[in-house]
């Protein structure tokens, strides 16, 4: 099945520096890649995903790069405040035709230092 | 805006005790999962649920665990006989049918099997 495998596990930056998380996953049929953000005490929630026809995709801060080839995908987050400490996971899935189940990586905990 | 509610926030039971875990989908969803993180660890798919019957289980989702949705609006997971190591938050998610794969977390019930 799919595995998929997220660095660093932490992260911390000062405000205003960028942050980048990488992740590898093992199933080429894979082809949805979202991106969570996990708050304490709350559930995962979308922050951004790429389909496998897009290379990248970018929402004011935050964008997201996948590489088929590699089998990779990356979050980057420019401009970093406070408010985008959390942990990050980044998941792979086979698509619609498979349920959308996700695998997800392991998490990295971002920490942003005012 | 519409969001996955998920109850009870927090249960507390004893070995070999049954646990339901209770979950509203979005209102106009038709795909529903169950995901289970435990303390640190990455979150795990659970089972996908579709049309009354399950699509696809993990291998972690054996014969103690059970789904059902048995209304229009809850989808429940049962676990039969808790075991020490089915202490973990547990999520459910959905996502609408057709074209869009994402998937939208509730906040996550935290099971504590003493």
């Known amino acids: 099945g799919e595995n998929v495998e997220q660095h660093p596990s932490t992260l911390s930056v000062q405000e205003g520096d960028s942050a980048v998380i990488k992740c590898t996953y093992s199933?080429?049929?894979?082809?949805?890649f979202p991106w969570y953000k996990q708050e304490l005490g709350k559930g995962p929630q979308l922050i951004i995903d790429?389909?496998?026809?897009?290379g990248e995709k970018k929402d004011q801060r935050i964008a997201v790069t996948l590489n088929k080839t590699a089998k990779h995908f990356s979050l980057h987050i420019t401009e970093t405040q406070p408010e985008d400490s959390a942990v990050y996971f980044c998941?792979?899935?086979?698509?619609?035709?498979?349920?959308?189940?996700?695998?997800f990586g392991a998490g990295t905990r971002l920490t942003v230092k005012p | 805006e519409p969001e996955v509610t998920q109850t009870p926030s927090h249960q507390v039971t004893q070995m070999g005790q049954e646990v339901i875990l209770r979950c509203v989908p979005i209102?106009?969803?038709?795909?529903f999962y169950w995901y289970r993180q435990i303390l640190g660890q990455k979150v795990e798919f659970l089972v996908s649920?579709?049309?009354?019957?399950?699509?696809?289980k993990s291998e972690i989702f054996d014969d103690q665990f059970s789904v059902e949705r048995p209304d229009g609006s809850n989808f429940t997971l049962k676990i039969r006989s808790t075991k020490l190591e089915d202490s973990a938050m547990y999520f459910c998610?959905?996502?609408?049918?057709?074209?869009?794969?994402?998937?939208?977390f509730g906040p996550g019930t935290r099971l504590l099997v003493l």
């Open positions: 790429i389909r496998s026809n897009v």
């Open positions: 199933d080429s049929a894979s082809n949805y």
């Open positions: 209102s106009n969803h038709l795909y």
């Open positions: 649920f579709y049309n009354n019957e399950i699509s696809e």
């Open positions: 998941a792979a899935s086979l698509g619609l035709y498979n349920n959308n189940d996700m695998r």
């Open positions: 998610a959905s996502r609408i049918q057709g074209g869009e794969q994402t998937q939208y």
